[in-house]
């Protein structure tokens, strides 16, 4: 069964770099089947997608954040990371690693659990 | 604002069933077959119900049922159940590589 498991810090100041990293187990991120994605969800709001990225180390990004966003993937660990630039309040979410099935399919079939990340001096 | 439509709220007793709106625009929903649905209980990672915007994933009743036309996607829900009070997202391809969301639902079972 696969597994992801968000970690990193859960309170980031402002005007700093919000970093992520997304443990998988159970499954491989060296695989060409799958993207590997993150979401968020702003406290009592709808989700939003932020990006993806493929095990050739292609990156897919929201455009509202493209400029801010950086997605990597560390095959030696099974991870993959997210890093966000220039937080500001408005980036305080629930921040859900997840997989996308690729091949022409567009849905995320796999959670993690999500990790709380505030934004605030 | 989310790019997606959804009501904020629905609500139906044991046994009825109910219809969740997603409206989209012809750039989203209206082109692609690629509305998906998630549940998401209070403080859990989202689940994916429906893919594709019929298909539903093993292991989730049939009683979740997805359709589409033209530019809005549904989801209903029949013979609820009280474990099925829970909020709902949908969720369409954009093209370009690009996903958009709605606000979610929050369903209610009376």
């Known amino acids: 069964q696969l597994q992801l498991q968000e970690s990193g810090p859960g309170l980031v100041k402002p005007s700093e770099t919000l970093s992520l990293t997304c443990t998988v187990s159970?499954?491989?991120?060296?695989?060409?089947?799958?993207?590997w994605v993150w979401i968020r969800q702003p406290p009592g709001k709808g989700l939003q997608w932020i990006g993806d990225?493929?095990?050739?180390?292609?990156?897919y990004y929201n455009p509202s954040l493209k400029s801010r966003v950086t997605m990597s993937q560390d095959t030696s660990k099974n991870q993959f990371s997210l890093n966000l630039t220039s937080v500001t309040a408005a980036d305080t979410a629930v921040y859900f690693c997840?997989?996308?099935?690729?091949?022409?399919?567009?849905?995320?079939?796999?959670w993690g659990q999500g990790a709380l990340v505030t934004v605030s001096s | 604002q989310s790019a997606l439509t959804q009501p904020p709220s629905a609500s139906g007793s044991p046994g009825q069933s109910v219809t969740i709106t997603c409206t989209g625009t012809?750039?989203?929903?209206?082109?692609?077959?690629?509305v998906s649905w998630y549940q998401q209980h209070p403080g859990k990672a989202p689940k994916l119900i429906i893919h594709?915007?019929?298909k539903r994933p093993s292991g989730v009743p049939d009683r979740f049922s997805g359709s589409k036309s033209g530019n809005t996607a549904s989801l209903t829900v029949s013979g609820l159940q009280a474990e099925d009070e829970a909020d709902y997202h949908c969720?369409?391809?954009?093209?370009?590589?690009?996903?958009?969301f709605g606000g979610g639902t929050r369903l209610t079972v009376l």
């Open positions: 997840a997989r996308r099935v690729g091949g022409g399919r567009y849905f995320f079939d796999y």
């Open positions: 012809r750039s989203d929903i209206g082109t692609f077959d690629f």
């Open positions: 969720t369409s391809y954009a093209g370009s590589s690009n996903f958009v």
């Open positions: 159970g499954g491989s991120v060296n695989s060409n089947s799958y993207f």
């Open positions: 990225v493929f095990y050739s180390g292609v990156t």
């Open positions: 594709e915007v019929t």
